[in-house]
């Protein structure tokens, strides 16, 4: 059974966020087949960015993750940026509800997302001893076809020097299920210091990430795999890289980073 909510008056099941009124906004010209995008109009309330804008007119806010499910709930009704990977391969997209086109930087971004990930494989980084980190091989019913005990073991593609479409959308893909999604996240995010000018003034602006790497992969592979454990290191690492260069931007007291969960997944059955 679905875990999407019951809309009463529509009489179906659907993401909250999806919202057949907006259409996918890309810096990519290829049209992709799409019912909807999402927006935030089932928010009731302001969110973190009306409400910092509010308090500090001129306040910036940029919103990035894996999910338009996450981004669109995370930023509020009304940020300047939510933006979300794109499993059709054109790197971060948008909707209607909140840009009419993506800002130039995200553009040029995209241009080039995947010159680092055509020759990306994920390998463990854990120590000889995974039990250390009370990691287990995935070797049990129910975790992910396909995976051995050393896993994870998922070499790059063999893909040609020029990109079509439809290798682009194999990459967005591969990387969507990997902790390689919160490094791109990480990626736009340091491009957006710069392109969306944060911290440049004494008005505070908001820089908020729903990384959602180590979410996608611990559905497949359960709570204690090699995977799910390497993934959340990978992610303690592309934060401390956020951090470094919020230090090096901002210094080390001009900035205010706040760390949340969603919530704890249960072993596979």
């Known amino acids: ?3 999407a909510p019951w809309f009463r008056d529509e009489r179906r099941q659907r993401l909250c966020v999806a919202d057949a009124a907006t259409r996918t906004v890309s810096s990519y010209d290829w049209v992709v087949a799409e019912g909807a995008s999402a927006s935030s109009a089932v928010l009731v309330g302001d969110g973190f960015a009306e409400l910092l804008r ?8 940029v919103v990035l993750g894996a999910k ?15 933006a979300w ?6 790197g971060f997209v948008s909707s209607t509800a909140f840009v009419d ?13 995947f010159e680092p990930v055509r020759d990306w494989s994920w390998t463990s980084t854990l120590p000889a001893a995974p039990a250390e ?3 287990a091989a995935d070797e049990r019913a129910g975790g992910a076809a396909g995976r051995r005990a050393a896993a994870p073991a998922v070499p790059a593609p063999e893909l040609p020097a020029t990109l079509a479409p439809v290798h682009q959308a194999h990459l967005a893909a591969r990387a969507f299920a990997s902790p390689l999604v919160d490094r791109l996240c990480v990626d736009a995010a340091l491009a957006a210091l710069d392109g969306a000018a944060l911290g440049d003034d004494d008005v505070p602006d908001l820089l908020a990430l729903a990384l959602g790497g180590s979410d996608l992969v611990v559905r497949a ?6 995977e799910t454990t390497d993934a959340v290191l990978r992610l303690d690492r592309e934060l401390g890289r956020l951090f470094d260069a919020l230090d090096a931007r901002l210094g080390r007291d001009g900035w205010l980073g706040v760390v949340a969960s969603e919530r704890g997944v249960l072993e596979l059955p």
Do not use: E, H, I
């Not at 338009?68 to 939510?82: E, F, K, S, T, Y």
């Not at 990977?85 to 054109?90: C, E, H, Q, V």
């Open 133 to 135: 980190l009370a990691a």
């Open 85 to 90: 990977w794109d499993p059709y391969g054109r």
């Open 68 to 82: 338009g499910l996450d981004v669109a709930l995370l930023g509020g009704r009304a940020p300047d940026l939510a």
């Open 101 to 113: 086109a993506l800002p130039a930087w995200l553009a040029a971004w995209n241009a080039r997302w």
């Open 54 to 61: 509010a308090a500090a007119p001129g306040a910036k806010s």
């Open 221 to 226: 592979t359960g709570p204690y795999s090699v």
């Open 1 to 3: 059974m679905s875990d």
